[in-house]
């Protein structure tokens, strides 16, 4: 079944049924039963794969619906283990993106006619999508941006330059990503603030303890990851937010490694600010979204300046429109927005719950099996009852270089990890290493796939150690 | 033609073909242009691979021999010992055997002493770290050493080490990096790697362009020049630079007005050489975080700047000389603060 390249139907003959768009988006559903897939993705797909669950696992079922897992690399079968630095997009997320400029492109509101009041119906459509999957309130609180990095750097830029003082402090962790740390840097250079950095404690956690600690009536803001791209960790971000809420500081949140992969939701969490990437989700790069209380943003002042996000506009001075008009200047990325819409529909009809729970179990097998094999050294914590890790693993081979082992592998095997410093320098300065492969899965993975990781990571590491 | 990567893996698969061709549309080194242009990224060029079902393409080896490509230096141009080593490489069929011998190689690598390990050493553009250190030995032939913690690396910093040491100046200048698709290792590589390779071999030859030019301006009648701490006329065993200090004597104070050392440098070149082209770019900014610029020249001195000359006075000259010709116009500039140039250095014949 793995093996089965499936032909997808080509675009042109999706033409002569698609042009019943005007009913709606729940045309593309439509229009993908009429070809005969066993399992067909979006909304209406959910009932399909109840169905099969009994003998395939969720990674089973949903390769379906990934072409691009299908395929050889460099003579053997791909197998691709790099999803936290981007996910793969199924076929509905790519027919939305090709529907919307095949059939309905136009620049958002600003016409009248037809197509672009379509256009706009869709891409508003694709922030309540987005909105409903993180339980935001409200979906003007949602800000389309470029990716999480724009995001991170629209509150530093808007948020942090007018609410930041000298002596003002902003804590972080040594394990954020770098569009969580570097932003803050300029900020604070420019407004006086300091940074303060929670490190890790034994168990190669962040110090909850010290955060607490920390945690003061000098500090403004916490930004933090939800969970941590190098070491799996999660982070209690409900407590992180009582804490800082009772100094009067706001919390920002890196979703992006937990938006994709488990339920996320923004007013249990209560936190202030909250970042995620859609490429990273199943959706296409080029967006990414904000989500921001309602007050917050209204009292921000806009990031860039252009079309779209004024109201009145003069020759010596501007008047700006509402958020979230006020923070998306210039024409989107529209047809980016609504294959992002698509992909939350994907997901939900799947159910994030139920992928949550797969992953779980698939992290479990992939940390079992790597720290079984001698010499490996995995960062983070060791999973447990109260202790849970995403589905990734970075780690290093006693005495071998993780570029050596990543080349190999995907020379040798057609397994695609990453090494390097996974944009967290800070990190891996911490942890006392130069760089670290990182094997990370998503809900389209199987257990064979880390099979097929396990085995070819055996055969490289013999290789090397033969030469030592 | 050594079919050896098509062979034994993916018989029915497309090659990287579109990667070979962005390697040679790009990276075009006619013999007598020095190209210190950065190099475009290689990363993630490769975006089809597909298992063909029916009509099998005959896969295009990037291992093949050159005749099979016009763009490719041929493999007699190349210094000798480099010249042994394609063939070696050539004659390796399976992927992993090349794998064990490029492995070989960096296992038999001198190790480099640490106080090498410098950032002017530093390879940019790795995954891994590698450094190089060049220097002359008695004949004016370059000597290379280098280390790398990444064992493939190693690999083939040990190759360019090979190939490359004991040779002079000139001809380690007119390597082309494609002779990596010669090697066959290429598909062997992934694009960042082999964006490491070729920044090695562009330092590697950096290098050995500054230790001519050094070594010219050793041999000249002025006073020690800015470009070495100790100054030595004898062209033996002078140590690359980076690794001293560069310390100005004479720190100008001149530069108060910014674009007037561009403006002295172009006003020379015009009036010297009368070229037909001339492009004077300030890339100091780039350099800005050198500790010996730093100290020179002022805060936000101009030192280093990217030349384009065409001009009919180079008429006959090799490369050499024609570098020589514009670093003897600009000495006084490169005693008061100029650091380095790169330098494009054309007749109008063969623009």
């Known amino acids: ?468 | 033609m050594a079919a050896a990567m098509s062979s034994s893996c993916c018989a029915s698969s497309l090659r990287l073909i579109p990667f070979k061709r962005t390697l040679i549309s790009s990276v075009h080194y006619p013999a007598k242009t020095l190209f210190f242009r950065p190099i475009p990224s290689f990363r993630r060029t490769i975006v089809t691979f597909q298992k063909i079902s029916a009509g099998i393409v005959p896969p295009l080896s990037a291992s093949s021999s050159p005749s099979s490509s016009d763009d490719l230096q041929p493999i007699e141009e190349l210094p000798p010992k480099l010249q042994e080593i394609v063939k070696l490489f050539q004659s390796v069929q399976e992927p992993k055997a090349k794998y064990e011998q490029l492995l070989f190689y960096g296992k038999n690598l001198k190790p480099l002493d640490s106080r090498y390990m410098t950032r002017e050493n530093k390879v940019e553009g790795c995954v891994s770290q590698v450094w190089v250190r060049a220097f002359f030995d008695e004949e004016r032939n370059v000597v290379y050493e280098a280390d790398s913690d990444s064992v493939l690396t190693k690999g083939l910093a040990a190759l360019l080490v090979q190939g490359l040491s004991g040779r002079p100046v000139p001809e380690i200048l007119k390597v082309k990096p494609d002779f990596a698709v010669l090697l066959g290792l290429q598909q062997s590589l992934s694009p960042s790697r082999n964006n490491g390779f070729l920044n090695m071999l562009r330092l590697m030859q950096k290098k050995a362009l500054f230790l001519e030019v050094k070594a010219e301006e050793g041999t000249s009648s002025e006073e020690a020049s800015v470009l070495e701490a100790e100054s030595d006329s004898k062209p033996s065993l002078i140590e690359d630079l980076g690794t001293e200090e560069i310390e100005d004597s004479d720190s100008e104070s001149n530069v108060d007005a910014l674009g007037s050392r561009g403006m002295r440098i172009r006003e020379k070149l015009e009036k010297e050489l009368s070229p037909v082209e001339l492009e004077v770019e300030d890339v100091s900014y780039q350099h800005a975080g050198h500790a010996a610029v730093r100290g020179s020249a002022g805060g936000d001195g101009e030192t280093h700047f990217n030349l384009r000359i065409v001009s009919d006075g180079f008429q006959g000259k090799s490369l050499v000389k024609r570098h020589r010709m514009i670093y003897d116009l600009l000495q006084e500039e490169l005693q008061s603060g100029l650091h380095a140039l790169s330098i494009v250095a054309k007749t109008p014949a063969e623009v």
């Open chain 1, 1 to 468: 079944m793995e093996g089965v390249a499936m032909k997808l139907p080509s675009f042109k003959s999706l033409a002569p049924n698609a042009i019943s768009i005007a009913a709606g988006h729940r045309s593309f559903s439509r229009v993908r039963r009429s070809f005969s897939l066993s399992v067909s993705s979006g909304a209406s797909s959910s009932a399909t794969i109840a169905a099969d669950s009994e003998h395939l696992s969720l990674g089973h079922q949903a390769r379906k619906d990934f072409r691009i897992l299908h395929q050889e690399v460099n003579g053997s079968k791909l197998v691709y283990l790099d999803n936290a630095a981007t996910s793969q997009k199924p076929a509905a997320v790519l027919e939305a993106l090709q529907n919307y400029y095949e059939f309905y492109n136009s620049n958002v509101h600003r016409g009248i006619h037809y197509l672009s009041a379509k256009a706009t119906d869709e891409f508003e459509l694709a922030r309540k999508k987005v909105a409903r999957f993180i339980n935001a309130p409200d979906s003007r609180e949602i800000v389309f941006t470029r990716n999480a990095t724009e995001a991170i750097n629209l509150v530093a830029y808007s948020w942090g330059l007018s609410n930041l003082k000298p002596g003002d402090e902003v804590i972080l962790t040594v394990a954020e990503h770098h569009s969580c740390i570097v932003p803050w840097q300029i900020v604070s250079q420019k407004t006086g603030a300091v940074l303060k950095f929670v490190t890790l404690n034994e168990d190669e956690t962040p110090d909850i303890d010290m955060m607490r600690e920390m945690i003061s009536r000098k500090t403004k803001l916490v930004a933090v990851h939800h969970v941590s791209n190098v070491l799996a960790s999660s982070l209690p971000i409900e407590d992180i937010v009582v804490w800082a809420h009772e100094v009067g500081a706001k919390v920002l949140v890196d979703a992006c490694q937990s938006v994709p992969h488990m339920v996320v939701d923004v007013q249990k969490l209560n936190a202030d600010f909250l970042v995620a990437s859609s490429h990273k989700m199943c959706g296409p790069t080029g967006i990414g979204f904000l989500y921001g209380k309602s007050d917050l943003l209204h009292a921000m002042p806009p990031f860039l300046g252009g079309g779209e996000m004024i109201s009145d506009v003069f020759l010596d001075h501007s008047t700006y429109a509402e958020p979230p008009s006020r923070f998306e200047a210039g024409t989107p990325a529209i047809g980016e927005a609504i294959a992002l819409g698509a992909a939350c529909d994907y997901l939900s009809g799947i159910g994030m719950p139920k992928i949550h729970e797969y992953e779980v179990e698939l992290a479990n097998y992939l940390y079992e099996k790597l720290s079984s094999l001698p010499d490996v050294k995995i960062y983070g914590p060791k999973p447990s009852e109260s202790v849970r890790r995403a589905a990734l693993c970075s780690f290093n081979v006693e005495g071998l270089h993780p570029t050596d082992l990543a080349t190999f592998l995907d020379q040798q095997h057609g397994v695609a990890i990453r090494s390097g410093h996974h944009c967290a320098q800070p990190l891996h300065r911490y942890l006392g290493v130069n760089a670290s492969a990182r094997a990370s899965l998503y809900f389209y993975n199987t257990k064979e796939d880390v099979d097929s990781f396990i085995a070819a990571l055996e055969d490289t590491v013999s290789f090397f150690n033969s030469f030592k």
